[in-house]
């Protein structure tokens, strides 16, 4: 029944910033998570960052501290990711995520789960 659309994605130069959104619609849970995973080619899925709803309290991914911010929107149920200072590292699909318990997500267990956008970061 939860519907999450992202969007932002795109192809960016080294150095460049790009801002996911994430609507989530459907939702009825009263506390709940949202974040991010991403997936390179031939790599396993990794848990990005995640932003819980209650206390406002977020989670990163060590190698994208101090780059990446995760916010959101109250009234729109939608989470953003700012992403300054790309590398082509950070190449990969971006996949959206909620879960109604908030730990479980950081385990890289949500329930449910977007379809993916393409970032793409040239050298």
């Known amino acids: 029944q939860v519907q999450l659309v992202e969007s932002g994605g795109g192809l960016v130069q080294a150095g460049g910033s790009l801002r996911l959104s994430c609507a989530a619609s459907g939702v009825t849970f009263s506390n709940f998570a949202m974040g991010w995973f991403r997936q390179a080619p031939g790599k396993e899925r990794e848990f990005v960052s995640q932003?819980?709803?209650?206390?406002?309290?977020?989670y990163y991914l060590d190698s994208v501290k101090g780059r990446f911010t995760i916010s959101r929107d109250n009234a729109e149920n939608t989470v953003y990711l700012q992403m300054n200072s790309l590398k082509p590292e950070d190449t990969a699909i971006y996949y959206c995520?909620?879960?109604?318990?908030?730990?479980?997500?950081?385990?890289?267990?949500?329930?449910?789960w977007g379809q993916g956008t393409q970032v793409t970061v040239s050298s």
């Open positions: 995520a909620l879960d109604h318990i908030p730990p479980r997500m950081r385990v890289g267990f949500p329930i449910n």
């Open positions: 932003i819980n709803w209650s206390d406002l309290s977020t």
